[in-house]
């Protein structure tokens, strides 16, 4: 049964679709769409997966993506169609030999994805007038075009330089201006986007129609970037790099392992750093975490983008980075006077003094680096019960990690604990609750739980050296109200709920007599 989109149109299958144009009536004019329809790519997509170099070409995509410069535009060329238009534009003129890449590229792609049914269908009606209409634009659908062996009349697409005042008209107008309002009233229009609902509305037979073989693939999904893995994949939706990275860790590193040093500044940027060198390899943990279950799970927990995009960790990209961000932050403890070795060795100290200051202290981090995907490697290779106790260990390197290059105090080692021990206890939890995903304990007040270790610990070390200096510290209290500020919300859901014994009827209490 085809599913009704609206009181008009219809989604239909490929027979149907094809049979409509072979039935076609010579005089009817055959307009199709080209990305995943004649094309079975998306043109755009495929035209940016063709930028080279293929890291700075991601990077131009992601920060014209954060940028988003088609929000600046006057109002009817706002929103998302224009957005493509800059996403070809700025990388064609800083990258301008893309173009001739791409004049060899579109052979192979027409040969290997071109749509030969439709093809087929559109030859043996001889005499209509067929138009290729897109959004695409065209001059990288013509190098496509001219390969596929489709006969055509007109390619109605974009241009370069005026790509946003067209893609702002949408197809209907486009059409419209090329096209007498007869011939498109009594057309044949082939497509497999909702986003053309105005032409269907308006010509005599819409076919809507989605392609088993069409596929939009993501241009450059094999190029790694720092926390692309864990924001497309392993916490698709959840923000998790803002959310959980910079709101959570950060400020723990920082209060930790930045407050006392005499730069704090300077010192916080290469913890920073130092952070998202930690991110890269643990990444990788995650990747490899996903591919073991793909093995050896009968139904594996996968993102439905794992497929995608787990082709970008099988390559060298993660630790290129990973080296990167570690020297350039060692390089920054180093200049904030901030660096302090985990253990102290003589053997090392005199086998490189004649090198660079900074290159024991990389030593040391990328032995720590080492020593970290070798423990998730062996968490990921064992059972999930076994993996609830090793988890304690991962958070331990999560967060401690740090000292194995700088130091931290007593305070500092507490909210570190406290962070550990109150993730620790939740993921306890999850495993033993089931360790499904509706089985995490999210009615735990996770932040105030972290606020009273911490309070716990500190308090237990004053009262067990008998001296309470470390309360006097403005950097235990500026983490208590930070603490404070994080689970405010939870805080007043647990005050609200304290009531005395009598007034609460959960605890079912006898009336008096």
């Not at 723990?252 to 006392?260: D, G, N, R, V």
């Not at 920073?272 to 591919?291: K, M, R």
């Not at 490189?352 to 968490?379: E, K, M």
């Not at 064992?382 to 993996?387: P, Q, S, V």
Request: charged share 15%; hydrophobic share 45%.
């Amino acid at each position: 049964m085809p599913k009704s989109l609206n009181k008009k149109l219809y989604l239909i299958d490929k027979p149907q679709a094809i049979d409509a144009i072979e039935k076609a009536d010579q005089s009817v004019s055959i307009i199709v769409d080209f990305d995943e329809t004649l094309f079975l790519r998306n043109s755009t997509a495929e035209y940016l997966d063709n930028l080279r170099p293929r890291l700075l070409g991601l990077l131009l995509i992601k920060i014209i993506s954060l940028l988003k410069p088609w929000s600046w535009l006057p109002k009817p060329f706002q929103g998302i169609q224009v957005r493509d238009w800059f996403l070809v534009f700025i990388p064609t003129i800083f990258l301008p030999w893309t173009w001739f890449l791409w004049q060899i590229k579109a052979k192979q792609l027409a040969k290997n994805h071109g749509n030969q049914e439709l093809i087929k269908a559109v030859n043996q009606n001889t005499n209509s007038q067929v138009v290729v209409a897109t959004l695409g634009f065209n001059f990288i659908v013509n190098p496509i075009l001219r390969c596929l062996p489709i006969r055509q009349d007109l390619l109605l697409g974009c241009r370069l330089w005026q790509g946003a005042l067209d893609r702002g008209k949408g197809k209907l107008k486009m059409i419209q201006e090329r096209l007498p309002q007869s011939s498109i009233e009594s057309a044949i229009v082939v497509t497999d986007s909702v986003d053309d609902l105005p032409l269907l509305q308006v010509v005599k037979q819409p076919c809507l129609v989605i392609w088993p073989l069409a596929k939009y693939i993501p241009p450059l999904k094999n190029v790694y970037l720092p926390f692309f893995y864990l924001e497309k994949v392993k916490r698709v939706g959840e923000n998790y790099t803002l959310r959980v990275i910079a709101w959570d860790d950060v400020p723990i590193l920082l209060f930790a392992f930045s407050w006392q040093a005499d730069h704090s500044l300077l010192h916080g940027v290469g913890i920073i750093s130092l952070l998202v060198s930690f991110w890269c390899v643990y990444e990788l943990g995650y990747y490899e975490n996903d591919y073991v279950a793909e093995q050896y799970e009968e139904k594996p927990k996968l993102s439905i983008t794992y497929h995608i995009y787990k082709e970008m960790m099988n390559t060298w990209h993660p630790w290129f980075w990973s080296l990167v961000f570690g020297v350039v932050g060692v390089a920054l403890l180093d200049k904030a006077a901030g660096i302090n070795l985990l253990f102290s060795s003589k053997f090392l100290e005199t086998s490189f003094s004649t090198l660079d200051p900074i290159f024991l202290p990389c030593l040391y981090w990328l032995g720590f680096l080492l020593l970290l995907r070798w423990c998730f490697w062996v968490y990921n290779h064992l059972n999930k019960h076994t993996r609830t106790w090793l988890y304690l260990l991962l958070q331990s390197f999560r967060y401690y990690g740090f000292l194995a290059v700088t130091a931290t105090n007593p305070i500092g080692t507490s909210l570190l604990s406290s962070q550990i021990l109150s993730r620790s206890v939740l993921y306890v939890v999850y495993r033993y609750s089931g360790g499904n995903a509706d089985n995490w304990p999210k009615q735990v007040p996770e932040k105030l739980l972290r606020l009273l270790i911490f309070m716990f610990l500190l308090s237990a070390i004053a009262f067990g050296s008998q001296s309470f200096t470390l309360w006097e510290n403005w950097q235990a209290w500026a983490i208590v109200a930070w603490c404070l500020v994080q689970g405010q919300g939870q805080i007043r859901r647990m005050l609200s709920q304290v009531r005395p014994v009598v007034k609460d009827g959960s605890n079912h209490v006898k009336p008096a007599t």
